[in-house]
Structure formats: C-alpha cells, structure tokens
C-alpha cells in the first residue's frame, strides 16, 4: 500500500476517534463522567440513518441527529442525574451497565443480526489526486471534522453558554456558585456530545452500511481509552487522545505483519498503559485533580 | 481509619470496633467474628443443597452460580480491601479456564482439535484437583506480573487500564493457536469432574481464604488505604505492595473460577470471557456491596435467583386461568436494569459494605 494513501486513511480514522473522544471528553468535563454508553447513542443514530434512509438523506440525517441527541439528554435525566454526586468510578461502573443494558434493548427491537441499507453510497467510491487512490469517505470525514471542531471551539470560547461549560468544567463548585445552572449547562453538553455521536453514526454506516447491537462499542473503548491517555480532563487531551489513538490503530494495521495484525489492539492496549504508567493524568493533563473537588 | 486503632482484635464489623465488643462480652464477641465466617458458608451451603433437591436446570444453574461466587468472591478480594476498580479480572478467571481445559481434556481428543497447540501442551494430562491448582497459579501469576505495573493507578485510570488487560488476554487467547483452539473457536470435551458436592466445597474453601486475608495484617493496612490515600502512605504504609499483594490472591481466586467454569460448563471459548461476563461480576458486587464478603455471597445470592426467576418466566408461568412470560430478551435487559437501579438506590449494596452481624447478640441487648 502507498504510503500517502495510508496517510490519508490514518488521518481519517484519526479524525473519527477525534469526535468520539471529544463527546466524550465534553461530558467528561461537565461531569466526571467516563461514558461507556457513548457507543449506544451512535449505535442509535446510526439504527435510525438505516431504517429512514428511504425517507431521502435529509430526512434520515435529521432523524438520525435527533435520535443521538435525545438518547443522549435522556441518558442525563434518567441516569446520570441520580448518580451526579458519585464517584467517577461509580459513574463508569454505571455507564458500563447502561452500555450493556441499551445494547440488550437494540437486541430485543432489532435482532442480534445487523440490519443494512445503502446509506449515502455515492461516498463510498475513490478518486485519484496527485496519482493517489483517495476514499471520498476519508476526505469528507476530515473535513467534516474540521468544521465540527472549529464549530465546537467557536461555540466554547465565543458564546456565553460555551463559557458556563468551560466554567462548569474547570470547577463546578464555583462555578455553581456564581450562577452557572448546572442542570442546563450538563444537559446542553450532553446534546452536543450526542451529535457528534450520530456524525460519527453517519460516517461508520455510510463505510460500513451494516448495523449491529454493539456497532458502537469498538470505537467507543478505543476513542474512550485514548481520551483517558490524552488527559480526559481537557478537551483538548481528549481529542488529541483519540486522534492517535484511530491514527495509531490505522497505521498498525496497515504496516504490522501478516502473523501478527490480529493482535493489533493488543499493541495498542500495551501502549496504553505504558502511556498510563508514565502519565497517569494523561499527555496532555490540566493541573485541575481528575476527581471533582 | 477506624480500623488502625483497634490493636487488641483488628476487627471492624460495618466500621464498628469489635474491640469494643469484646470488652462487654469476650465470648460473644468472638462468636459474632467467626460468624462473619460461618454465615457466609452456612448460607452458600444450604442454598446449593436446596438447589440440588428441586434439582434439573435448577441445580445447573446452581452451578454457575457457585461459579460466579467464585469469581466475585475474588474480585471483592482487591476491589472491596483496596477500593480500586478492575474491569480486568475475567482476564484471570479466562487463563484459569484455559489451563483446565489444557490440563484435563484427552490428549488424543486434544491434539485432533487443537493442532496448532505447543507438544507439551498437547501431551500434558491431569487430574482435576491438579488442574484447578495449576488455574489457581496461572491466574495468581499474571496478577502478580502485572501488578506492579496496574497497581500504581488510581480510579479512572485504573478501570481504563485493568480493561486493557482484560482486551489484550481476549485477545490474545482468541488468536495464539499455539496455547489454544485456532482464532476464536472453542476448546470441548472438559471432562464433568466437579458435580454440585465438590463444587460447594471449593466455593466455601475459597469463603475460608477471603474471610482469613480480611483479617490479615496486610488486608486492614489495604483497608486504610481505602479510606484516606493520602493518610495511609503519611503513616508509614506502602501502598503498592499490599495492593499487589491483594490483586494477586484475587486473581489466583478468579483463576480457580475459571477452572471451576470451565469443569461446569465443559466449552471454553475466549469470547465468553469479555464485557458479558465482566458485566455479571461486577453486577453481583455492586447489587451485594462491594466492601464486605457477605456482600458478595448475598450479591450472588440474590443475582443467580433473580436470573433464574427471569429464564423460569420466560418458559411461561400458568397462573389460575393466565399464563404469565416474559419475551426472550427482556431477561438480559432487566438484569441490566438492575445494576442501574442498585447504583442509584443503595450505592453500598444490599449489605451497606457490611459483613454479616451475629443476629442473637441484637436480641439479648433489647432484653
């Protein structure tokens, strides 16, 4: 394989993990919470792109983006809420229980067999620039990242609201204090996470056009993983996080050896906790504490 | 850092000083301390005899359900003493599984089924009280091997990092043809060596092991370390080293759960053990409480009845003139729903983190 197409995909499964972990890292912020069920709101969404696609794309986008942000605000008001006050271990252990519980409700609705239809599958041809065979897939997902993450970076350090989050993230007690409401600002940042959810959504069934129960979750424990490595307690440590974590598992995959490809995520785990070893707050930790003060 | 300051037993009942106790009255003080032992047992014991006397699917799931105890009893060991998380521990009940399934299926079937296996690993036979201790020191060992390197993170980190354990054992169990069957394909023909009457033993066994390592000096340090990680290591206590010596003797428990697994359920195939079977430790925990022994034979207790409740619904229940089931998937999904509500309602557990109180005691004070 050329070296630059690879290239290109690495940066495209890079940017991918990038918006998983950044939903992830936002709420994580607001929080303390390390979402395991992020993965079931993309499995939602991308359930919803599957079974609305005949309604026409824009239809089937727009349904698919309300579906991950409703999944979302309700995994807040009915769970998340209740537990706000625990420890972030218990916040996980709870998230991992409601990933395992959604994933049974997908079963029960939908049959443990994937469902598929052709979502948007004039992207999933190539093009040739400058002699290389490019996915059109790989250069909408970057530039879709692109816009996604100026739009988010706009959004936090522009607008009032964005402030409160950033607020809220940094010390949620003072924060509280001087009058950010906490309610709002949590489940404003769990919509957005779940947006960015169901971009991910679209981009996996448009690759994959196939759906299952646990279609969410690969990406979710990598993204998840890369966040942690990254420094979950920024966002930028979980984007970036994320990043390496798709671009590493890429470049593996392509350039490990036959016998020894299959064990990928293998290396990537050791990498991760030898990262986790040297940094346990993340490459790219805050100074604030990860537990909520 | 109640339990620090109670030289004279060391022991802590639900955070009350049972040194205390003993000052009013010795001899019921040391009842109710062997009873925190004998409670636990006494329970398992009836309740798996009362399994085998309805016997049929009632005593097999009777059988897993001492295996779960097993395993939980084994994850309570490190997550309950030390407070730290593990999503990592079916790693060890999954080594454990292996080296009894390697140890006690036929060498000739073996070698038919398994054609890529290492020449000693395919010759190798062994009974089965031999090969559950092999899986209790396989699981024991990777637990001390990587210990030193897990042992060091605290809460998130640590859950991150104990499931990347978890995912590189699966993995590579899944795809090292040379320890096992060819990519993901299951290893049959364990032999049924562990009927319900010596599956109850080694679970009380393992009762006995847990309820003497909580009594341990190494256990009440662990113990404070839990309660304050910034005064315990200021009073002079190592925290790395009680905490591996706790993941260790966890993860030779949860490898004897694997042995015990795969003796009960006589497949053994990587992919059973991943998030399914992690989900199901931890939930016994949490539903029983995580701090306490009792929590987790009471976790497992109510867990395995309300899980068989669930599959007996499923048949369908006459009622008078109604049938009352419940469809195929909804089992699962109330389990999970389970776990959700056990965190949102007793955070604790059933238990509160408290172990088994002598019931009598309470009585003659009222009188």
């Not at chain 1, 807040?76 to 209740?82: C, D, K, M, S, T």
């Not at chain 2, 032999?191 to 009380?204: G, K, N, T």
Request: aromatic fraction near 8%; glycine fraction near 12%; proline fraction near 3%.
């Amino acid at each position: 394989m050329h070296f630059g197409q690879s290239l290109i995909d690495a940066l495209s499964l890079g940017a991918l993990y990038a918006l998983v972990a950044l939903g992830i890292g936002l709420v994580f912020g607001v929080m303390r919470l390390a979402n395991f069920a992020h993965g079931e709101i993309i499995t939602g969404a991308a359930y919803a792109l599957i079974f609305t696609w005949h309604l026409g794309p824009v239809v089937s986008v727009f349904v698919s983006l309300l579906v991950g942000v409703v999944l979302a605000i309700l995994m807040e008001l009915l769970v998340f809420r209740r537990l706000r006050t625990t420890t972030p271990a218990t916040l996980l252990i709870a998230s991992f229980g409601l990933s395992f519980l959604l994933q049974r409700v997908y079963e029960a609705l939908f049959g443990t067999n994937v469902r598929t239809a052709p979502v948007a599958s004039g992207l999933a041809g190539t093009v040739t620039v400058l002699g290389l065979r490019l996915q059109i897939l790989s250069l909408v997902t970057i530039a879709l990242t692109a816009v996604l993450l100026l739009a988010v970076h706009y959004f936090l350090t522009r607008t009032n609201l964005g402030l409160q989050v950033r607020a809220a993230s940094t010390d949620f007690r003072t924060a509280r204090l001087l009058g950010v409401r906490a309610d709002r600002v949590i489940m404003l940042t769990f919509g957005i996470s779940g947006g960015l959810a169901a971009v991910v959504a679209f981009v996996m069934t448009v690759q994959t056009g196939a759906v299952g129960p646990t279609f969410g979750v690969p990406l979710t424990v990598l993204a998840l993983v890369g966040a942690v490595i990254g420094g979950i307690d920024r966002v930028i440590g979980s984007l970036v996080g994320g990043f390496l974590m798709g671009f590493a598992s890429s470049f593996f995959s392509s350039w490990l050896p036959e016998g020894i490809v299959r064990f990928r995520d293998a290396f990537v785990f050791l990498l991760v906790i030898l990262v986790l070893l040297v940094k346990p707050a993340g490459l790219l930790a805050g100074s604030g504490t990860v537990e909520r003060t | 850092m109640s339990e620090l300051k109670t030289p004279a037993t060391g022991l802590t009942v639900g955070g009350r000083d049972l040194g205390r106790r003993r000052g009013r009255s010795g001899s019921s003080a040391r009842l109710a301390t062997m009873w925190t032992l004998i409670g636990p047992a006494l329970l398992v014991y009836l309740g798996t005899v009362v399994a085998s006397q309805i016997g049929g699917p009632v005593a097999v799931q009777g059988a897993y359900a001492l295996v779960s105890l097993v395993a939980a009893v084994g994850l309570q060991i490190f997550t309950g003493t030390s407070g730290v998380l593990s999503f990592g521990h079916i790693a060890f009940t999954a080594v454990g599984a292996w080296a009894y399934g390697l140890l006690t299926i036929d060498p000739t079937l073996k070698k038919a089924l398994l054609p890529d296996l290492f020449s000693f690993l395919a010759d190798v036979h062994a009974p089965w009280p031999v090969a559950l201790a092999v899986a209790t020191t396989v699981g024991g060992f990777l637990a001390f091997a990587v210990a030193p390197f897990l042992m060091r993170l605290n809460g998130l980190q640590a859950g991150i990092a104990t499931f990347g354990l978890l995912m590189v054992v699966g993995q590579v169990l899944t795809y090292w043809s040379s320890i096992g069957p060819r990519s993901g394909q299951a290893m049959v023909g364990v032999p049924a060596d562990l009927p319900l009457e010596r599956l109850v033993l080694v679970a009380i066994g393992v009762i006995i092991v847990s309820w003497v390592y909580q009594h341990a000096r190494t256990a009440r340090l662990l113990r404070a370390t839990r309660e304050d990680l910034t005064a315990a290591p200021g009073s002079g206590i190592n925290v790395t080293i009680h905490r591996v010596i706790a993941f260790t003797i966890s993860g030779a428990v949860c490898g004897l759960g694997g042995g015990l697994w795969a003796a009960t359920n006589r497949v053994v195939q990587s992919s059973h053990f991943g998030v399914g079977m992690t989900f199901t430790i931890i939930a016994i925990l949490v539903l029983g409480g995580t701090r306490s022994l009792w929590g987790a034979v009471l976790g497992t207790l109510v867990w395995s009845a309300l899980d068989s409740l669930l599959v007996y619904l499923q048949g369908g229940v006459t009622l008078g003139d109604y049938v009352v089931s419940i469809p195929e998937g909804a089992r699962p999904i109330i389990l999970g729903a389970t776990l959700i509500v056990a965190l949102m309602v007793r955070p604790d557990g059933l238990t509160g983190g408290r172990e088994l109180t002598w019931p009598v005691q309470r009585w003659r004070r009222r009188g």
